[in-house]
Structures are given as C-alpha cells and as structure tokens.
Antibody, heavy 120, light 107 residues
Framework: QLQLQESGPGLVKPSETLSLTCTVSGGSISSSSYYWGWIRQPPGKGLEWIGSIYYSGSTYYNPSLKSRVTISVDTSKNQFSLKLSSVTAADTAVYYC????????????WGQGTLVTVSS | DIQMTQSPSSLSASVGDRVTITCRASQGISNSLAWYQQKPGKAPKLLLYAASRLESGVPSRFSGSGSGTDYTLTISSLQPEDFATYYCQQYYSTPFTFGPGTKVDIK
C-alpha cells in the first residue's frame, strides 16, 4: 500500500524559507507513470495546488507562487521536497504531498498533511 | 486560470437523503474533473475522476455526471460516514484549481 508522509518544521519565521519533505513508501518515486505534488490548505479554507515534479526532475509550479517555490526530488531516498521562500502569515497552512497519475492529473494518494505556521 | 465554483456552499441533510452538489467551471474542461471528500483533520480522498468514473473502493452510492462547464456529484442515499466537505478539481489546464467546497452536515 502506497504511503506518503510529510515532515519538516511546524513553525517558520516571516521572511524565512519553509522546507518540507515527503517520503514515499510502498512504491517507487522513480515510476515513469506518476508525478508528485504539493498542495496546501489554509486553516478553514480551500485547497491550492502548489506544484509538481516528475522523477526526472521536470517541474510545474503554480504561477501564483512560482517566484518563491522550488520542488526537488531525491530518488535515492524516495523523497521529494518543497521549499517556499520569503514566507508570510498568508503561507500558514496544512501542506499535503500527493501522487499524480500522468494519465489523469488528479491526486490519488495523499499524505496526512502537516501544519506549518508562519509566526515570529 | 479556470475558476471553479460550487453550490451550495453547505447543506444539511438526513441519513438516507439523496444529495446533489454542483460544480461549475469558468470555461469548458472536457470532463477533466475530479471529486474529493475531506473529513475534519484528514487529507482529501479521491472519489471520482473524469467526471463520472468511480475510484476503486468508493461506494457505488457516489456518482458523477456533467459535461462542458457544469458537473454534478450525487450521493444516492446519504450514510453517516458521508458527512464531510466535498471539493471538485479541474485538471484540464494548469494551474489545476479546486472549487471552494461544499460542507454536508447532519440535519
């Protein structure tokens, strides 16, 4: 059974960089059939697609966040990561990682999510 | 960007009721639509994709329909475990976008 698990600091100071890692188990991140993505959800609000990455390193970023986002992959560790720079309180959210089948660009497996609070 | 709207934003229903949620895209999305269910404190769960295809393991009381810009999620007989928030998501064009959600609670 595929599992995804987010990890990283739960508190980040304003203007600093948010860094999260998603560890994939029960399947290979190097599969040519899937992308891997990040989605976030501010408390009490809706979902926002942050971006995605293919095992080869090819990325897509939401234009609304593109200038601040970097997603990378480490196939040796079966992990992919998110960096979001210059954070503000508006970046406070639950961050989810997820798998994206290349034939239907939806989110079929999700991590449990991790709350990141931006505060001094 | 394609804007997604949902109606209603919330509804109250009883066990056994038939529930219908509507999702509308700001432009045609050629059935590239998914529905998710989210319970408090949990990640969303994929229910349907390609507007009407049921994800493996999802009960058959969930169904989807629609075309062009207008799509519907129907729960034929609401069960206690179905009280949750439902989101639609278009994957026709980037950036992929979600509807604002419909909260289904107990009447």
């Amino acid at each position: 059974q595929l599992q995804l698990q987010e990890s990283g600091p739960g508190l980040v100071k304003p203007s600093e960089t948010l860094s999260l890692t998603c560890t994939v188990s029960g399947g290979s991140i190097s599969s040519s059939s899937y992308y891997w993505g990040w989605i976030r959800q501010p408390p009490g609000k809706g979902l926002e697609w942050i971006g995605s990455i293919y095992y080869s390193g090819s990325t897509y970023y939401n234009p609304s966040l593109k200038s601040r986002v970097t997603i990378s992959v480490d196939t040796s560790k079966n992990q992919f990561s998110l960096k979001l720079s210059s954070v503000t309180a508006a970046d406070t959210a639950v961050y989810y990682c997820a798998r994206i089948p290349e034939w239907e660009l939806l989110l079929d497996y999700w991590g449990q999510g991790t709350l990141v609070t931006v505060s001094s | 960007d394609i804007q997604m709207t949902q109606s209603p934003s919330s509804l109250s229903a009883s066990v056994g009721d038939r529930v219908t949620i509507t999702c509308r895209a700001s432009q045609g999305i050629s059935n590239s639509l998914a529905w998710y269910q989210q319970k408090p404190g949990k990640a969303p769960k994929l229910l349907l994709y390609a507007a009407s295809r049921l994800e493996s393991g999802v009960p058959s009381r969930f169904s989807g329909s629609g075309s062009g810009t207008d799509y519907t999620l129907t729960i034929s007989s609401l069960q206690p475990e179905d009280f949750a928030t439902y989101y639609c998501q278009q994957y026709y064009s980037t950036p992929f976008t979600f509807g604002p959600g419909t909260k289904v609670d107990i009447k």
